[in-house]
């Protein structure tokens, strides 16, 4: 009889997740298996959870969910080397083809077949997780696990923030989310003049403060151009980073970019939004998509909270796995960052 598990499972078409027994997974060759220890929230863990539109077209009821987490390698597959029992590893959530041009450009991120850790497969809200060991990220022991069990989503802020130079620009950050907001601080620490960070949630926007932006701006509040005057930001913005997915965002953040700005785009929208061309034409912005993590980013974050970015102030909210509705209610209240479900023990 195969070793049983706890797991948040999706139990069927619809709202809410279920705590379950299921099977432990079993490696074959070339994957691991992962003793999990921490795991966070994202964003499209909560939308799993209500089972919005996007979520019906991906996961099938019945699956583990989550992807964001840090565990230790439990059992190696067959043929697998190069790591060993017992070390702390993550890992990468987008399981790739291999041998179409994007992968083979070492651009995984654009892999057209990719299969999502929690969304496409059985995912990390568990024990125990098995993925392809080409997928196992091995970590240093000196960074905070908290901190390691949402890289997944630090490598989204980090992809988008590191795309363009920062070194002395000015950045806005529209959308202070949790992404956002470690956006905002990733920014400061790669040596960006001013950043400033837009939302209505002024919960979210204080955490940013925390993070260090230079303003943090309700813009049902405060005229951004108020801002903009007060720090001495006189062409525009350098670099834009999209985070809301909200057209009204987006068009302010065009009314505000310099000549020849850049602008990285994370924030997906719920509709299709209604733009200006000639603010970009114009401007001669260029935009660029964002999608997952380049693999280059988890050597990035590693190496950024080692040389002192603190990720601390982002964490919220921390539960016992077996308190996961806790943990999705402060997720939909908008007051919490991220939010950490502790899988070291039972109860």
């Not at 988890?298 to 919220?316: A, E, F, K, R």
Request: charged share 20%; proline share 4%.
């Amino acid at each position: 009889m195969a070793q049983m598990m706890d797991a948040l499972v999706k139990p069927a078409a619809g709202p809410g997740l279920e705590l379950r027994q299921v099977p432990v997974p079993t490696p074959g060759p070339g994957e691991v298996l992962i003793k999990i220890r921490k795991t966070a929230i994202c964003g499209s863990d909560v939308h799993i959870y209500h089972w919005n539109s996007w979520a019906q077209q991906h996961v099938k009821p019945g699956m583990v969910t989550g992807h964001e987490y840090v565990g230790e390698i439990a059992v190696l597959g067959e043929g697998v080397d190069g790591l060993t029992v017992g070390q702390r590893v993550s890992g990468e959530g987008h399981i790739t083809c291999g041998h179409c041009r994007n992968c083979r450009n070492g651009d995984i991120q654009w892999c057209k077949d990719t299969f999502g850790v929690g969304v496409d497969r059985d995912g990390a809200f568990a024990e125990y997780l098995c993925i392809p060991a080409r997928n196992v990220i091995a970590l240093p022991d000196d960074l905070p696990e908290d901190v390691v069990a949402f890289f997944d989503a630090f490598g989204n802020a980090t992809h988008t923030a590191l795309m363009w130079n920062l070194v002395g620009e000015d950045v806005l950050i529209t959308g202070a989310g949790p992404i956002g907001v470690m956006a905002g601080g990733i920014c400061k620490h790669a040596g960006a003049r001013r950043v400033v960070i837009t939302d209505l949630n002024d919960y979210r926007l204080d955490l940013a403060r925390k993070m260090g932006v230079d303003a943090a701006v309700n813009t049902a509040k405060e005229d951004l151009k108020d801002v903009m005057k007060r720090l001495n930001i006189v062409e525009g913005f350098d670099v834009g980073l999209e985070m809301s997915g909200a057209a009204p965002a987006f068009r302010q953040m065009l009314s505000v970019m310099r000549n020849g700005g850049k602008i990285s785009l994370l924030g997906l929208g719920n509709k299709p939004m209604e733009l200006n061309m000639n603010d970009i034409i114009g401007k001669g912005l260029t935009l660029q998509g964002i999608y997952g993590r380049k693999m280059d980013n988890w050597h990035q974050m590693s190496y950024m909270v080692q040389g002192g970015l603190d990720m601390s102030p982002i964490i919220t909210h921390r539960f016992h796995y077996t308190d996961f509705e806790k943990g999705f209610a402060a997720m939909d209240s908008g007051m919490s960052g991220k939010v950490i479900l502790d899988w070291t023990t039972k109860k």
